[in-house]
């Protein structure tokens, strides 16, 4: 399993239930690598979407300890297992890749499920109360890809990606 994430230069990825920042380059990133494939996120990332309405063209699975949750357009998950198992009967249906896509506590719990991670490095310090593990400082990871420097509205960022090497 794969995952996708923005983080800034302190592992940082939101603030208040939304984004930091707005880098369209990235949306359309993230776009692109998830179309057509399964999408995992925890019930607050869905939440702080437009509409709060799941993501076109993908297979949604949203994870939520509330049994009376259901989203129209999406698969509602009552835990991380079974957020895994849907993800891969999804996928085989699909013929997609699965991506994990936050937000925090779904990334901390699903980071041992995955060998790819697609990190996109913001080199600013954003105020934030949501973070992504340090993988920099994770043995278990190496950053195999990096990308030329990119810009927008005065933000230097890059594509990067990482790989689980142990
Ligand atoms: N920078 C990025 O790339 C990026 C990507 C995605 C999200 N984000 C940001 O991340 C922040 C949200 O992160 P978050 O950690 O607060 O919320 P979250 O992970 O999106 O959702 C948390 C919710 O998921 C459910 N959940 C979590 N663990 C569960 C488990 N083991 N079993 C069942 N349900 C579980 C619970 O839902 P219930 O309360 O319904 O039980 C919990 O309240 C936002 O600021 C968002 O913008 C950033």
Known sequence: ????????????IGKDNRLMHHIPADMKYFREMTKGGVVVMGRKTLESFPQGQPLKNRVNIVISRRKDYKVKGAVVVHSVEEAVETAVEESKKCGGGIFVIGGESIYRAMLGYCDTAYVTKIDHAFDADTYFPDLDADAEWEMTKISEEQTCFDLEYYFTVYERVR
């Open 1 to 12: 399993m794969n995952l996708i994430v923005a983080v800034d230069r302190n592992w940082a």
